[in-house]
């Protein structure tokens, strides 16, 4: 039996309790946490990203199969940290302070997390003091910000302004991104990324950690 094959296909169809199942029967037979999590439960959800990139997926089928990357994951995590094997990146992100709208950003997370990532989700309506104190925190390489409103924009330049304040600019990387947001206003606030949509998020990412 091809463990991870039927791993993956059954992360791809979002059959969560199928990948639990497979991902314990896995670590059963001596396939070890890192083989499952990077053969198995990563390489679908890039799948699943570049599917949704061009559109041959959407959102409820993103949503569908990072529930069933979570399921696989609950059961890895006991031993990756016994293993201590080392994560992609460590990465907070929120929405800016006065913006409630969280779905992008979520998806974001979701598709971080897939790709290897250790996420500091801070929610919605998070203050830019919150994000630097939560990036120093967790040592964190990347904040990641979106906004859905033109007025919360103006948040996300006090939080690279806070970030030079404490002489953490180009420790902390900063990418922002949501409907309003442009390259031109990640350029005029002097963040590190734009991101257009989730996966290309991840793309940009993956750069700024050079992962």
């Known amino acids: 039996m091809d463990y991870l094959k039927d791993i993956s296909e059954s992360l791809e169809l979002g059959t969560a309790e199928r990948v639990a199942e497979l991902t314990k029967q896995a670590l059963d037979t001596g396939i070890t946490a890192v083989v499952v999590l990077n053969q198995g439960l990563i390489a679908a959800m890039n799948r699943i990203g570049e599917k949704f990139k061009n559109h041959e997926i959407f959102l409820p089928d993103v949503l569908l199969a990072a529930k069933a990357m979570y399921a696989g994951l609950d059961l890895l995590k006991p031993h990756l940290v016994r293993d201590g094997i080392p994560v992609r ?8 302070q006065g913006d409630m709208h969280d779905i992008g950003k979520n998806l974001v997370a979701i598709m971080l997390k897939g790709a290897g990532f250790e996420i500091f989700d801070l929610g919605n309506d998070v203050a830019p003091e919150k994000f630097v104190a939560a990036a120093q925190r967790e040592n964190a390489q990347v904040i990641g910000m979106s906004a859905l409103l033109t007025t919360t924009m103006p948040g996300m330049k006090k939080v690279v302004d806070l970030l030079k304040s404490k002489g953490l600019a180009g420790r902390v990387k900063v990418i922002v991104g949501g409907a309003p947001v442009t390259d031109e206003f990640r350029q005029e606030i002097g963040a590190d990324a734009y991101g257009y949509d989730a ?8 750069q700024l950690v050079g992962a």
């Not at 996966?199 to 993956?206: G, I, L, M």
């Open 199 to 206: 996966a290309n998020a991840v793309d940009k990412v993956k």
């Open 89 to 96: 990146g460590r990465v907070v992100i929120g929405s800016i």
